[in-house]
């Protein structure tokens, strides 16, 4: 029945019906719960998959091509096995030859109808097993799908798992600032002061605690080629801002615009045109004149972008300046490698001068990346 209902689903979304793998759970549940008569299982799916009543009269029509209401052929085989073990077929008892011959008229035996057997009714704590199992495999296939081929609903549900991730990356800095304040155990100062006591370690020994917090500077690319990884890259860089000295996040496209992530969505705090030709090299002159008092020794830029600068000047003077002042500076490039230097690109022009050029052609890249950088 699980397979059923799943090839039901499917079915529908191919008449555009919009179903979440949470709505699928549900069903898949409340199926479970309710059992699989027919119309109660009719009404059972309709309730979690059907939101809008003007898609009810498609629902219909596949459901009842989905389950029909003679039902499938092992279902009727089913069936003609309950009425052959009921007497259907087999030599009358003796008392219907009794009544046959006075002249009674035979007794046509009832066929017993077959409850559901245990398997075909799926527990509801099954169900929800099933269900988790599922978002894990979708969740799975979001973080390796490109961003070029998210939909409207997949970005949905990959802000959802961002913010989830978001969480994990701030519990995992969190832990590294804890060692970072006690410092690491230092083994051969320990093994070297051990040698009074015989050998045995008495006093923990720790390396000296690393210097403070760095600042952090965030350039993101909200063209539209970029704006999908760029949005998600902040949701996921947000949670981690308490763990730098300062965090300073900015948008462009042509040129520079600050920004702050607010419930989740970017507001500018100045004048951004999302339509604009792109041009970075505008972007790196206004860092490296109106900003720069962000770019200290203690500073890492982290750029986020595909380097299509419209065939302008892409300013690679400005980004070594930029980078000689700083303490690293990665770039995170959102498109597969294949389409590195293809068109417009000029990501070989600025490669030579980052500390990193990181591929991120996916949100499970994405992540790594910035585990790896943060």
């Known amino acids: 029945m699980r397979g059923r209902i799943l090839r039901f689903v499917d079915s529908l979304r191919a008449e555009a019906l919009p179903i979440s793998v949470a709505e699928t759970m549900d069903a898949i549940a409340a199926v479970g719960a309710a059992g699989i008569e027919r119309p109660v299982l009719r009404e059972a799916l309709a309730l979690t998959l059907v939101k809008d009543e003007r898609d009810r009269p498609a629902f219909d029509a596949l459901f009842d091509v989905a389950f029909p209401l003679g039902g499938d ?30 002249g009674g008229r035979r007794r046509e035996p009832v066929p017993e109808t077959r409850p559901p057997a245990p398997s075909d009714v799926q527990r509801p704590e ?43 990356l701030r ?10 304040r006690h410092g690491r155990l230092d083994i051969r100062r320990m093994l070297r002061a051990a040698t009074s006591t015989g050998g045995v370690p008495l006093r923990i020994v720790r390396r000296g605690r690393r210097p403070h917090r760095p600042d952090l500077v965030a350039l993101v690319d909200l063209s539209g ?35 702050t992530i607010e419930h989740g969505h970017l ?91 990181l591929e991120c052609a996916h949100l499970g890249a994405l992540l790594s990346a910035l585990r790896r950088t943060l």
């Not at 097993?129 to 894990?136: A, I, K, P």
């Not at 519990?171 to 970072?180: A, F, N, T, V």
Request: proline share 6%.
């Open 73 to 102: 052929e092992s279902e009727a085989k089913r069936r003609r096995r309950s009425k052959v073990a009921a007497g259907d077929g087999e030599r009358p008892s003796g008392r219907a030859r009794a009544g046959e011959a006075g």
């Open 126 to 168: 099954d169900a929800a097993m099933t269900g988790r199992r599922m978002v894990g495999m979708h969740r799975r296939e979001l973080l390796r799908r490109p961003f070029r081929e998210l939909g409207p609903r997949d970005v949905e549900e990959a802000r959802d798992l961002v913010r989830e991730l978001g969480a994990r």
């Open 171 to 180: 519990g995992r800095l969190s832990r590294r600032e804890r060692r970072r």
């Open 225 to 259: 080629s970029a704006a999908v990884a760029s949005e998600l890259c902040l949701g996921l860089v947000a949670p981690a801002a308490a763990f730098f000295r300062r965090v300073h996040t900015f948008a462009y496209v042509d040129r520079l615009c600050p920004v």
């Open 267 to 357: 507001t500018p705090g100045g004048p951004l045109d999302l339509y604009a030709r792109s041009d970075f090299g505008r972007v790196l002159e206004e860092l490296a004149t109106r900003e720069a008092r962000l770019l200290t020794g203690q500073t890492l830029v982290l750029v986020l972008g595909d380097a299509r600068n419209n065939r302008l000047p892409p300013r690679a003077d400005l980004l070594r300046r930029i980078r000689d002042r700083v303490q690293r500076l990665v770039w995170l490039v959102p498109e597969p490698r294949v389409r590195w230097n293809t068109a417009d690109s000029v990501i070989a022009t600025y490669a030579p001068i980052c500390d990193e050029v």
